[in-house]
């Protein structure tokens, strides 16, 4: 089955430790993504790829790190510079081109500092 | 600036239409969607329409656009207890990848 998938659903981390959230695609999109979502609010971009070895920062880019290796990977980290890291992660991938241009998201990680 | 907004919330009774209304602020979005999100999952495409649109219409659900007004609504017919999600606007313009996205439309369907 093709889609997106993402480890782990949960995570707990320490304050201080960096975290790195697995995405991965076996859809053959060029395009992946990062969101966060915060309870009561939408989904705001942390950073975005294009294409393989190239990303560019979305929104909320700061304490955050990506790198796409691979077309088919795009992990994020979560560093220790994130003030407040506790939130829901959505990964998503999409063909680059015209028209709708969809979205495919994956199931997403609740990451929770303790 | 690139600002989306809905409404928090909408209880409908099962059987009834739900109207869940977005208004966005940038004139040259070119693409707008509606997402549905069910507890703890990742987001799902319902549908999207075109800027040069007015109406979309896909089985039970049917999206309109007021370009004039920045507007944007989604109709749910025959609303069930399975559409109980949040519904999230989003935009999107022809020169960019990015999505922007509204805070979500909490709905429930009472039985």
């Known amino acids: 089955d093709g889609g997106i998938t993402q480890s782990p659903k949960y995570l707990f981390r320490k304050e201080g430790q960096n975290v790195t959230l697995s995405c991965e695609q076996n859809?053959?999109?060029?395009?992946m993504y990062w969101y966060r979502q915060d309870p009561g609010q939408g989904l705001r971009l942390i950073y975005y790829s294009q294409i393989v070895n190239d990303f560019q920062k979305g929104d909320i880019a700061e304490g955050y790190s990506v790198s796409r290796e691979k077309k088919e990977s795009f992990p994020l980290t979560v560093t220790s510079a994130q003030k407040n890291p506790t939130a829901f992660y959505l990964c998503a991938s999409s063909v680059l081109g015209q028209g709708g241009d969809e979205q495919f998201f994956g199931p997403g990680t609740r990451l929770t500092v303790l | 600036g690139e600002d989306v907004e809905q409404s928090l919330f909408l209880s409908v009774r099962e059987g009834d239409s739900s109207v869940i209304n977005c208004t966005y602020t940038d004139s040259s979005s070119t693409y707008l969607y509606w997402y549905k999100q069910e507890p703890g999952a990742g987001l799902q495409l319902l549908t999207y329409i075109f800027s040069n649109m007015d109406m979309k219409q896909d089985q039970r659900l049917t999206v309109l656009l007021n370009k004039k007004d920045k507007h944007l609504s989604l109709r749910i017919a025959d609303t069930q207890t399975g559409d109980s999600a949040i519904y999230f606007c989003a935009e999107r313009m022809d020169s960019s990848y990015k999505l922007i996205f509204g805070s979500g439309t909490r709905l429930l369907v009472r039985p």
């Open positions: 859809l053959n999109h060029d395009a």
